[in-house]
Nanobody, 121 residues
Framework: QVQLVESGGGLVQAGGSLRLSCAASGRTFTNVDMGWYRQAPGKEREFVAMTRWSWRGYNSDYADSVKDRFTISRDNARNAVYLEMNGLKPADAAIYYC????????????WGQGTQVTVSS
């Protein structure tokens, strides 16, 4: 059974940094997409960043709102994905969810429980 556990959230001042981690277990994650979404109060869950697998290797994808501030990385040996967040803004405050997407004939998505990020102005 796939499990995703996020950590690293917290309270930070505007302009500060945080590093989120997601530990995955239950299978091999080498050939799947791993990434992050977020949901702020009263808003829908939105895409943040993803590291996508293909036979050519991995590519990273970012929402426009976080490009040049956030960096996603993965460590396949540890079954982990990370999100380095710099230059945080109050608009970045949300619950951040780790996500794993498995393609194929029947695509499957897995989600973690989320970690809270609060940014004070």
């Amino acid at each position: 059974q796939v499990q995703l556990v996020e950590s690293g959230g917290g309270l930070v001042q505007a302009g500060g940094s945080l590093r989120l981690s997601c530990a995955a277990s239950g299978r091999t994650f080498t050939n799947v997409d791993m990434g992050w979404y977020r949901q702020a109060p009263g808003k829908e869950r939105e895409f943040v960043a993803m590291t996508r697998w293909s036979w050519r290797g991995y590519n990273s994808d970012y929402a426009d709102s976080v490009k040049d501030r956030f960096t996603i990385s993965r460590d396949n040996a540890r079954n982990a994905v990370y999100l380095e967040m710099n230059g945080l803004k109050p608009a970045d405050a949300a619950i951040y969810y780790c996500s794993v997407h498995m393609g194929g004939p029947v695509p499957v998505d897995y989600w973690g429980q989320g970690t809270q990020v609060t940014v004070s102005s």
